[in-house]
């Protein structure tokens, strides 16, 4: 495939749009769908049939649209239900995506046509917008009346904007292309429509409009005589073209009765109404948000001041960047950005006010974080998670939406997405290579590139039936963008938001680090999977000016530091109840942000929230409220101030914008952040455990391996993969022989929530003098278990816990070979999950049905337990690792479980396999020293005793 990939046919074919999209593009959120269950009446009317049997359910659709409502035929799906309301809609609504491919001439000919409808008697009552104008226009005074500004018939009309189109390309993105093609359609229909050689880009009709049609506009004219015309004050915000001049809020005194344009035009210094020249809308599709700017001042005849006037729009000194970037339309001059217009079937002027906090909140919203931010109302708290982990755990706008807005925003073709399904490659054990959803462990890591496409390298992904490939297209069909991950998921939702989010996280790398290389962007690409094409650069060129721009006006940000982030102090405080967050678990917050500036002790504040919910480790919030929250309980707060976030999100979240600014421009400003953990939701598979198992799972498996401690009476103990410490913590309320107890984890995080409690619970043994507890020692290392350190050569006893299945397979066979073949325990008690159990799992909890309804997947195993989880291993799954290693190193091998029974389908819940040695001295062993020793405590009064070997 060719780098550019062009296509002879429009790659988003309208054709093959589903009428709930056809209905999307044309009512946006207006188009509000309930689905309810009816009783399938077709069932009831044989006769032979049991009267009182339900019948399948089925679902049935109202599609309530602005102007009418539909009801679809019963359906047996949901969605079925939706997409047939939709069709419905769309059949008596008449809005067809008819393909419509003229020639140029027949092209011309149809603006003709069109030209000739719009200026005839009967459409001055048509429900049309453009009417609305058309009627106002009359209301103008002397000679300007009935005079209707070419860019008004350009912009208000969707079917003339089509229709240049195909009289030149050009048309899409200049709106003097199509202004001029109007005023050439005119000239041919002389005697209906007067057009003007110079002065005034307007047409008017040549003959008025019989008097019974007319509008009265007798109020208008006492109005004006009286001096009484009524003035509507709208804020709108001023676009300058230079980029060193800020965007400013400023109020138009806006005349009810009289023609709009006419009060815009002295704003940008004309006269009147023609001389303004209008943008498309921005933002939602029912939105009247257009930038409107001036038409350099014209001497020449029209054809050369037209090309002139598109030669001048186009040179950099008079392009302004930033109202282009935010239409996709070549905008010159000072622009207004303002919300004001004629809308379908009403004859008032609609209005609304702009605040310059809008205007930030439409650029934001460009950037696909900023996006997914505004969708959660957390611009300053969200940021756009790194993985998408399970439907369940995802807050906020789904990547996909937020995919397809983005290119709305950005006038790309909706973004093509493509399923394969490959039912070969769904058994559970079917290797797929998967990193690790990665957490943030030591916020001094820099983020470059790669280390983002590491850690964002398919974390949700569970090997299963559907591969997932997006391509995204400009208007004018050239591809720019493609992305096809390798692996694959069980279900298909998972397979398109998992790559529109990675197509997501590229575009927001590229759009937020307006500094880094082309190269690094390529690998980074290269990493997530996605093909770029020069295309892709030259549609964004402008984007880097506009967002780079907010970050410089800051004294006190470097746009080039954005991850490096300092680590600020954070004041914790309040009862801690107990329950901390885990990797995976949902933390529910209350937060407020606020602007502060720290000698004055001036504050603003920007956002807050009562209730804001997250995934732990998916870096969906700022790193320092992860960061927070991880070190707390529930019911704590935290307190702490961090450096400025691009200015372009502040001003996007001040209620306040002039005092915001005010504060922005001093160098001591900061975030200043206060909140409280509420609760925390853990992941599905501790709620699964506890839901069924009495005592939960985790207390059964500790319950296990003190059994073998005693039964060994093993002086020392090393828990490979300890987390947070729950089996160390808990080993210390049973009394043992154990002396020395050491746990290992690559979490530092973790590390440190099993330092802080065993620390604790050490000091209150030796303090109560509990002769039950013999521990002297006990150390936590930070180090991988695929990796040999001789400290802990030898031990009595090893447990490995919930582990191995939080590895790559490989490492799984690695950790193996290290711990029988160099650690040499005498007993090794390894657990993970058994596969099959999942069923049952899943069949008692409530939770896991919350799931898509119309999935096709039976529930049977149809995902792990925990998303973080690499594989989840068959009973002959576990049989064989264990066996092989068993052999290998001589160690005898005997099979067991927590949770269920052995001998009752499916088996254990957790299986766990007992490795005992039977060497009584094991192969000699090289001192290395592969860990790092975070925390040591000792009972200082007691000598250490050597275990022997
Ligand atoms: N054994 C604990 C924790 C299980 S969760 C319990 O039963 O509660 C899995 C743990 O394995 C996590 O803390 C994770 O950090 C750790 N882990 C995963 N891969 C590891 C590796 N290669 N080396 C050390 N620890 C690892
Ligand atoms: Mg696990």
Redesign the pocket.
Known sequence: MTETEKLSVNPAKKASLSPKAIIHQTFGDKACYKVEEVQDSTQNECPGLAVQQKGPCLYQCTLQLPEMVVVSDPCRKKKDAEQSAAEKAIEKLGIHQKEYNPTVQEARDDLVGRLTFLFADEFLSSPHPLSAHFRAALRREGEFSGCIPLSVIAVCDAKIGNICKFINPLAEVNLLEVMTQIQKAAEKVPDLIRTYEFEQLALQRRNPYPNEIKPSSVDHELDLEFQLVKRIPIEVVRIPVSLDKAVESLTLNISATGYYLDDIAPELGMTEASDILISRTIGRASSEMRIYYTAPKQQHPREILVSQLVEASRSETFLNVRATYMTGQEISGTAILASVGYRWKSTDLFHEDVSLRSYYRILVNMIPSGAYRISREAVIAARLPLAFTTKNNWRGSFPRDILCTFCRFHHLSEPLFSIKSNSLNSSPGANVSRK?LKVNESSKEEKSGEDLAAASEDPAGHNGAFHCEVKIYTKSRHLILKCSPKESFRKQTDATQSTALKVLSWLNVFFEKPDLSREKLNLYAEKLDILLTPDLFKNFVLCHPVHKLESRRLVNFDSSDISKESEPSIDIGGQNAGITPS?GSLACISYTASLVIEEGCKKEHLESCEQFEFEIGNEAVLPHIEAAVIQMGVGQSAHFQMDLLPSDYILAAAGDSASALSLLSSKSCKLEFNLTLLRVTEPLEERMEQALFSPPL?KQ?VEFAVQYIKESSATSLV?????????LDSLLLYPTSLEKIVG????QR?LARAAKSLHSKLNRLVDTKDPSCKIKVAVLFD?????FDSRLYGFGIA?????????EEE?ASL?GDVVLGSFCPKILIV?TPNYEYNVILQKSTPQSQEEDPDDKNPPQGCKFRNH?HRFEWTRAQFNEWASGLATKHNYALEFSGVGGAADVEPGFASQIAIFRRRDSSPTSMVLVHNYAPIWEWSRKDLPIKEEAA
């Open positions: 690790k990797i985790s498996r828990d490979f993969g300890c987390g947070s410490g729950s089996l290992v984890d690559i979490s973790s180090g991988s278990i695929t990796k447990t490995c816990l919930e582990v191995i299945e939080h590895m490492d950790f657990s973080d």
